[in-house]
């Protein structure tokens, strides 16, 4: 194509925003590019915008910048937008970690499941679903993505609730699958997977090399050598025959009755293991150097330009795949049209075709009933997440509690809830 433009929202995310426009000025697929970022905090905004600037500089590379913040001066004429927000920032997600600790619940992450999960999707989902329906209102067309979390409520929410059709993408089943490769020493290049779940509690059911079924070898290579890290994800992979991404810092999440008070392998989850609150320090500190370098008082970092490994690696060669109609098959985030046994429009992380007829989930073979077991729990704990994110309904976010499990009894949930809704307040509107 001649051109194509390129909308960010939530551009404040400045390491996402770099990557992305590295992988964007490395590729052929278009002449000239313009690069709108959009962000509703303007220190963030400049930060964003000051770093892709430099970056584009140093090329001398074919780029507009645009920079509002309100996405409504962005839109029109954009071909592919990109949602990249945090509501709350940080700062929420540290309260994420925080308020479920106080009623024994500890978790590696928090963006998914257990309360840190659900406690976020109901701040993303309502401005999530603005965005949707300025973007089919100004973009008519244009290819959306998602790499907010929690993925699946997301995606779900915006295509139940909008005419606006959302992909959501992660990298995750990518990286499980060199691990895999790498477990047995076999190039990943060389292996071929085939996959189906929620996104990161996705269960890869084949492992081939050139035809060669290659889950033999890797059971041999975990008889003789059992692994010490990632012990959770192997029992998975020992009971449903089946190996989940993202590994256990994501997959533990959704069994807390296997963790009970955070107990892995008897070490405290986000504490003595995947320390959570360190790392979303370690994101502040990341962030001042990102400004730094974005006002110039730094050097921007030696690899910044080049394509490296990371959560923006697949949006721009699915964009080429689509533009070009080559019909390259990528992990996506979809809603479900072709799995038996899962319902109609839950969004399933699956091989997703990116063509010029837009993202074209394929067609599996049938799942393992324990497989497809696990994944249905897990999806319809998100429909309910959902639902209490859409209306507001307290006793349906009590529900969503109870059904995660991170939680057993009423009680706890509706305190649970309170104490949620309490450090969120200003963020959740629908609850007000």
Known sequence: ???????????????????????????????????????????????????????????????????????????????????????????????????????????????TVM?????????????MLDIANDVHRLAPGAWFFNYANPMAA?????NKATPQRLIGLCHGVQGTH???????????????????????????????RQGEDLWPRVRAKLQAEPPTEDRFSWELFETYGAFPAVLDRHVTEFFPERIPGGNYYGQLIGVDTWNILE????????????????????????????????????????LESMAADQQALFPMNAPNETVAGIPTGFVLEMPTVASRAGCVPIALPPLPPGVLAVINEALWGVEITVEA???????????AL?????????????????????AHREHLPQFA
């Not at 992988?23 to 002449?31: E, P």
Request: charged share 25%; aromatic share 6%; glycine share 8%.
């Open 1 to 111: 194509m001649d051109s194509l433009k390129i909308v960010m929202i939530g551009a404040g995310s400045a390491s996402f925003t770099a990557g992305l426009v590295a992988d964007l000025l490395a590729s052929k697929m278009a002449d000239s590019y313009t690069v709108a970022l959009c962000d509703i905090d303007q220190r963030a905004l400049d930060v964003a915008h000051g770093l892709t600037r430099r970056m584009v500089e140093q090329l001398d590379a074919p780029v507009t910048l645009e920079a509002s913040l309100d996405r409504r001066d962005l839109l029109p004429g954009a071909q592919a937008v990109v949602t990249t927000i945090a509501v709350g920032g940080r700062r929420g997600w540290e309260a994420d970690i925080k308020v479920p600790r106080q009623h024994g619940i500890y978790q590696p992450v928090g963006d």
């Open 115 to 127: 309360a840190g999960g659900i406690s976020r999707a109901l701040r993303q989902i309502p401005p």
């Open 154 to 158: 997301i995606c779900r929410a915006v």
């Open 178 to 208: 060199r691990y895999l490769a790498s477990f047995i020493g076999v190039p990943a290049e060389e292996t071929s997977i085939l996959y189906c779940g929620m996104n990161h509690l996705t269960f890869i059911t084949e492992f081939r």
């Open 279 to 318: 790392a979303i320090e370690g994101g502040d500190a990341r962030y001042a150097k990102m400004a730094a370098m974005a006002e110039g008082t730094e050097p921007l970092e030696e690899g910044l330009l080049q394509r490296t490994l990371g959560e923006h690696e697949s949006l721009i060669p699915i």
């Open 389 to 399: 994110a859409l209306t507001g309904d307290y006793d349906t976010l009590v529900q």
């Open 402 to 422: 109870l059904f995660d499990r991170c939680v057993t009894e009423l009680s706890a949930a509706r305190k649970l809830a309170d104490d949620l809704l309490a």
